[in-house]
């Protein structure tokens, strides 16, 4: 009796584990759509890899697009760089599989000094997300 009772627990557990490992897998990256799927949100973030650099440097740009937990690969993502005097440079990217895209800007002799603004935007089905961060020209 008790092996009996036994068995039909182990047998109970599989079943379950069954269940939720067919319940992961229907909840995959390739089945949500657009900035808001259900209840989760679309989360846009960037940043660069330092906060002040000098004339002939480099600015490494990141953007990350998630969508609760998991990345969403292959968004467009708008990068627009508002200089000190207010012009904007933009550069379209898409996200790769990790739901990153990245930009190296190069900031010439000739980019004046100050607050540099960097504004990514990404859309989808209707809704946007946008995230912003600053960096400074020495």
């Known amino acids: 009796r008790n092996g009996k009772n036994l068995y039909i627990m ?3 557990i599989v079943v379950v584990l069954s269940i939720a490992i067919f319940t992961f897998s229907e ?3 390739d089945n949500i759509t657009g900035l808001y ?4 949100t679309g989360d ?3 940043s660069t890899d330092k906060l002040l650099y000098s004339h002939d440097g480099f600015v490494v740009i990141k953007a990350s697009l998630t969508i609760g937990t998991l990345p969403v690969s292959g968004a467009d993502v708008s990068i627009n760089i508002v200089k000190p005097d207010g ?3 933009s550069q379209s990217l898409k996200t790769d599989s990790g739901g990153n895209a ?3 800007h190069l900031l010439g002799a000739g980019e004046k000094p100050g607050v540099y603004a960097v504004i990514a935007t990404s859309s989808r089905s209707g809704k946007t997300a946008t995230a912003k ?3 400074r020209l020495a």
């Open 44 to 46: 846009l973030s960037v």
């Open 102 to 104: 990245k930009y190296v």
């Open 27 to 29: 909840i995959s990256q």
């Open 133 to 135: 961060t600053t960096f």
């Open 37 to 40: 799927a259900g209840s989760y």
């Open 87 to 89: 012009t904007v440079f």
């Open 10 to 12: 182990a047998f109970e």
